[in-house]
């Protein structure tokens, strides 16, 4: 049991219960692990600073009018696929962009099961705000100078119904989503966005998260079969550990990319 200060009798381990009987800060208090998870009503536990994190094996019970917060790059796991989060309180994610500039895209997931994209990015350019529907992109033909249409590829999509689909609604836990960043301001700059869910039908994500995948409109081209995913629990993902733990089903290069100039005026499209 957590104390207002301390661990009574001893800090939890992965066998034993950790119940939460006051306010709890990893940056001062340390992480810990715990088999399950009880954070008892009217406190708030908070996973501050890169790198630290709360290991949960199994259950994990928000007490009424208790919050659990998890910031940038800071990480909740709950190791079990079966393990139940009940959350009576809140629970928040805090998450910080990279430096972007004017007319730049920020792709995001979202860690929590009913997310409401209009919502959590007030104040971004909902109007530049999609989600990838990959059966729509076709990257097929071309069409020279005089007007003959000719096989090859630009690696744009070229056809309606486009690929890139407006999009407000309900995030879907594992997919992506691209949101074009505030154009007001100075430039380059960062922003933090804070998913929140409050009551038992908002929580954080856990288990095994099933996203389908799609092909492209053209069959005949491999490289074209675009999908955009995303991390749909509240814990960092290290890239490399990423791919060496899911070898040989995925393999290449992650790349994390941005302008190095900023884009011309008046392309804001996503594609330019």
């Not at 800090?11 to 810990?32: Q, R």
């Not at 996973?47 to 009424?64: H, K, M, R, S």
Request: proline share 7%; with cysteine.
């Amino acid at each position: 049991t957590w104390t207002p200060s301390s661990w009574n009798p001893s800090p939890p381990t992965s066998s034993t219960t950790a119940i939460i009987n006051g306010n709890f800060n990893t940056a001062t208090h340390g992480n810990f692990n715990s088999c399950n998870c009880e954070i008892k009503n009217g406190y708030t536990v908070i996973v501050a600073n890169p790198g630290d994190y709360i290991e949960v094996q199994t259950d994990l019970t928000i007490g009424t009018g208790s919050t659990l917060e998890v910031r940038d790059d800071a990480s909740l796991v709950m190791k079990n696929d079966y393990g139940v989060l009940t959350n009576n309180g809140t629970v928040r994610m805090i998450r910080e962009t990279s430096p972007f500039k004017k007319f730049d895209y920020v792709y995001w997931s979202s860690p929590l099961t009913n997310a409401n994209l209009a919502t959590t990015f007030a104040g971004w350019r909902l109007d530049y705000s999609f989600q990838f529907v990959t059966p729509n992109f076709e990257d097929l033909l071309t069409i020279n100078n005089l007007g003959v249409v000719t096989a090859g590829s630009d690696t744009f999509d070229d056809y309606a119904p486009w690929a890139w689909q407006p999009y407000t609604g309900v995030m879907t836990p594992g997919k992506g989503y691209a949101i074009m960043a505030p154009t007001t301001g100075t430039f380059p700059r960062t922003e933090t966005r804070t998913f929140s869910g409050i009551g038992i039908f908002n929580k954080f994500n856990n288990g095994i998260i099933t996203v389908p995948l799609a092909l492209s409109a053209n069959a005949s081209v491999t490289t074209d079969d675009y999908n955009l995913v995303g991390n749909p629990y509240p814990s960092a993902i290290f890239a490399n550990d990423f791919i060496n733990a899911n070898l040989p089903n995925i393999s290449g290069t992650i790349y994390f990319w941005t302008h190095n100039s900023a884009i011309s005026s008046g392309n804001p499209g996503n594609s330019g």
